[in-house]
């Protein structure tokens, strides 16, 4: 919690559940991330958290953006981006959207498959494209690689193809997955990206460019490595492939720009024991899965919990929203512990909320409003 966020809570007590964001904080990260990999280019992920405010800041620090839809590119461009500065990096679009992105002057796009490629050649003829290889994510604790990328041999036929289509074929991407707190994968990813890049150079493609993704770690519950030993695993690795002629580097960090620098804070709507024989008492909050906090789904991303009790004794809980939905429990099997003292009506924050939050609350689902949010 930064001590402005500390501030705005005090001096103005919002109604909860809502989100209190620093954008300083953001700045903070986003020149955290870039020192550690100083050559680089960031294009942030929009998706982790659109607001404008970060958007403008993110603009003035001269980031990139990586956007995943028309609506995305329209909120970047609305925050001052030039089109030159983002990247459609959905493998999957609408023929309309890659039309209105072409049209609003985005000349940068990824695919995954010969389909989406035939897309692009149709409607976006000329603009540098990159290919999105499968990559492992072991050690991610919300993983991308069921739905995204292709095999190393299907993507260097695609390459190959692409300026014969009308494109150029700019690049190589992969993701190691969100949340990834093990730098050997990134490593294991730029072997196997790397010799493909070498390979498709070899056969005389004009392939300039590897986009590393996003996946940094921010602490929630648990400590993870800084993002400086992310960028020297990533460095180590780029010139044991590379040499001294590497090639453009881009990275797309979500997560570790906005994570830790909201908080969301909440109320606690009920503790009770529905069972007197189970010491695990259970603490219903004013948002849960539906109203923002998506990523607990199969208790991946485990939030660290602030309240005005702590130090006093503690005790296990399992951790609920406020809808009527089954599906809304946050934690029963990660060990919570809370303080005794917890009772309804008891103020309670959620640390290092900034990152897939907002976004991810549904509209009114119960009555519940969509979750407020504050930019300060
Ligand atoms: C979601 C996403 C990111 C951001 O990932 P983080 O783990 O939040 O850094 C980057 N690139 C692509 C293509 C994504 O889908």
Avoid at 26 to 43: C, D, G, Q
Avoid at 231 to 248: K, R, S, Y
Wanted: hydrophobic share 45%; net charge negative; proline share 5%.
């Amino acid at each position: 919690m930064t001590p402005k966020v500390a501030q705005f809570l005090v001096d103005h007590q919002p109604a909860t559940p809502c989100l209190v964001l620093d954008v300083d904080r953001v700045e903070e990260n986003f020149r955290a991330i870039r020192r550690a990999l100083p050559l680089a280019r960031v294009y942030y992920a929009v998706k982790a958290n659109p607001a404008h405010p970060i958007l403008e800041r993110l603009v003035g620090l001269e980031s990139s953006f990586d956007a995943a839809s028309f609506e995305e590119i329209r909120a970047c461009l609305r925050a001052g981006a030039a089109p030159s500065a983002i990247s459609f990096g959905n493998t999957v679009k609408k023929v309309s959207a890659i039309r209105a992105a072409v049209d609003a002057g985005v000349s940068m796009f990824a695919f995954d498959s010969g389909e989406e490629l035939e897309k692009l050649a149709a409607h976006a003829p000329g603009s540098r494209v990159y290919c999105r290889i499968l990559v492992g994510n072991e050690g991610a604790d919300w993983p991308l690689s069921r739905k995204f990328g292709t095999t190393v041999e299907l993507a260097r036929d695609l390459m190959m193809r692409a300026a014969d289509m009308g494109l150029d074929p700019y690049g190589l991407s992969f993701h190691v997955g969100s949340q990834q707190t093990a730098t050997a994968t990134y490593e294991a990813a730029i072997g196997k990206v790397g010799m493909l890049f070498t390979d498709l150079k070899d056969a005389g493609v004009n392939v300039r460019m590897v986009n590393l993704g996003g996946g940094f770690p921010i602490r929630y519950r648990d400590e993870v490595p800084a993002i400086g030993a992310f960028g020297d695993a990533i460095m180590h690795a780029m010139t044991e492939c590379f040499g001294n002629a590497l090639p453009e580097m881009v990275i797309e960090p979500g997560r570790s720009v906005v994570g830790s620098a909201g908080l969301v804070q909440a109320e606690v709507v009920l503790v009770s024991r529905r069972d007197p024989a189970d010491p695990v008492r259970w603490v219903y909050l004013d948002i849960g899965r539906f109203g923002g906090l998506a990523e607990t789904e199969g208790e991946s991303i485990k939030y660290q919990f602030v309240t005005a009790h702590d130090g006093g004794a503690m005790g296990p809980v399992a951790l609920a929203g406020p809808t009527c939905d089954g599906a809304d429990i946050l934690y029963e099997r990660s060990n919570y512990r809370l303080p005794t003292a917890l009772r309804s009506g008891d103020q309670i924050s959620i640390l290092s909320a900034g990152a897939y939050v907002t976004t991810y609350a549904s509209q009114s689902f119960n009555g519940f409003a969509p979750l407020a949010e504050h930019y300060i």
